[in-house]
């Protein structure tokens, strides 16, 4: 790939506060890596996990992790070998004999782009040396059901059974049960008390899982990096609220959430003047609970939150599957400053983590969003990127910005937030 396909165009790109923190990255590289392997030796990583990043310019910042994440179709095929030793590590992080992996995926059959997300995860790990099945949760498969891919490859879906303490497929009976599934419904009753290890814990899932929960932890994560690079944590967190109860469509909460909106955007504006940033502050505003970027809207005054329109109430009023959003959690807005291509479209980077390891990524491009607006929305398309040597070798003799300086900068971040989930995940089990 040539630089043009693989990195976009960084509006501030070689200049202020982004490329100092990308330097004192490079400069205390053997620092921060000493600190990762200590705290994976405290802290056991989640089995994967991908993470969106803004790149501002400023400031470089998670905003979202998914610890059930899709789209591995979307990674570079070209580290494939990256993906594989890293699952073989994961597994025996399980601490546990297994030979033979289920993947219990959503509740989709038409969402082909999903199932080539299966289709993918599942070759790596047979690829890596497991027997692995795929069983559905959904009630009206009462027969093994194949689903043919655009990709031409397919992927047989299997009814799971409880055999016991044991979840089995027909006579696969599985040593580990992997959740592609984000059990945004709640916990499945089946998956109860079982003796076999699931991984990531139903517990994570959105039915109990909250974004401020998680950005709690990253918080801390990003005091104690910060201190160890000396720099204002401000550079690599994103700030956020949250209230109690939000009902969008009988307007309860609304008082709560409009006095929260305004608290965090003096605190924006605090730091931007602080840091010498000339750009309008912003919110976002998000169900704290649910995936699929659904719930969420860009907010740039606490009047707007009073001024909500019916049309704008019943989209924040549900996510994923009908579930009602009770709860939201207002994230410091950071802009994304990158763009693709000559068209100057608006891009954001995703990175992948299996165990602990970064194994690659994409960015998600979206034509018809702003550089404050949510891209994970109908109408964005994935560029693949190659995270390889390019991540984990930096080149300090080169400019902060070249590719792979950038793609460590990316590779630090984002391990950042799955430290964080580490620790979310420890404390949850």
Not at 116 to 130: D, T, Y
Not at 150 to 164: H, M, Y
Not at 343 to 367: C, I, K, S, W
């Amino acid at each position: 790939m040539n630089e043009i396909a693989t990195v976009p165009h960084l509006t501030t790109a070689l200049t202020g506060p982004f490329q100092n923190l990308e330097r004192l990255m490079l400069d205390n590289q053997a620092a921060i890596e000493t600190w990762f392997r200590n705290a994976w030796r405290e802290t056991k990583a989640p089995f994967y996990a991908s993470v969106d990043l803004r790149n501002a310019g400023y400031k470089i910042a998670p905003i979202d992790t998914n610890l059930f994440p899709a789209g591995f179709n979307n990674l570079n095929p070209a580290f494939e070998a990256l993906c594989i030793q890293a699952i073989q590590m994961g597994v025996e992080h399980i601490n546990q004999p297994v030979d033979k992996i289920l993947i219990i995926p959503e509740n989709h059959t038409r969402n082909l782009f999903y199932l080539e997300n299966i289709a993918s995860l599942q070759s790596m790990i047979e690829k890596a040396g497991f027997e692995t099945r795929i069983g559905s949760l959904m009630p009206d498969i009462d027969s093994p059901m194949q689903v043919d891919l655009k990709s031409s490859r397919s992927v047989l879906l299997e009814t799971i059974q409880r055999d016991q303490d044991r979840i089995v497929v027909g006579d696969f009976n599985p040593d580990l049960i992997l959740l592609n599934n984000d059990l945004s419904t709640g916990k499945p009753e089946i998956l109860d008390n079982i003796e076999q290890v699931i991984t990531p814990p139903m517990s994570l899932g959105w039915s109990a899982r909250l974004k401020s929960g998680h950005f709690t932890f990253y918080q801390r994560v990003a005091q104690e990096f910060a201190a160890l690079i000396d720099i204002d944590p401000w550079l690599i967190d994103p700030m956020f609220r949250n209230c109690g109860e939000v009902d969008f469509m009988k307007r309860e909460g609304v008082d709560c959430l409009s006095k929260n909106v305004e608290s965090l955007l003096s605190a924006i504006k605090t730091k931007y003047d602080e840091h010498e940033v000339e750009c309008e502050p912003f919110v976002m505003v998000k169900a704290d609970a649910g995936t699929y970027g659904m719930g969420v809207m860009t907010i740039r005054s606490a009047d707007e939150i009073t001024e909500l329109n019916r049309k704008e109430r019943t989209k924040m009023a549900t996510t994923k599957e009908g579930q009602k959003v009770s709860k939201v959690i207002i994230q410091e807005g950071v802009y994304t400053h990158e763009t693709w291509g000559d068209e100057n479209t608006v891009a954001e980077p995703v990175v992948y983590m299996l165990d602990h390891q970064v194994v690659g990524g994409f960015y998600r491009v979206h034509g018809k969003r702003s550089a404050s607006q949510n891209l994970n929305a109908p109408g964005m398309r994935f560029e693949p990127l190659a995270f390889d040597d390019c991540c984990i070798s930096p080149d300090p003799v080169q400019d902060a910005d070249c590719r792979q300086n950038r793609f460590y900068t990316y590779g630090v971040i984002a391990r950042l937030a799955l430290l964080a989930a580490a620790r979310e995940i420890a404390s949850a089990t």
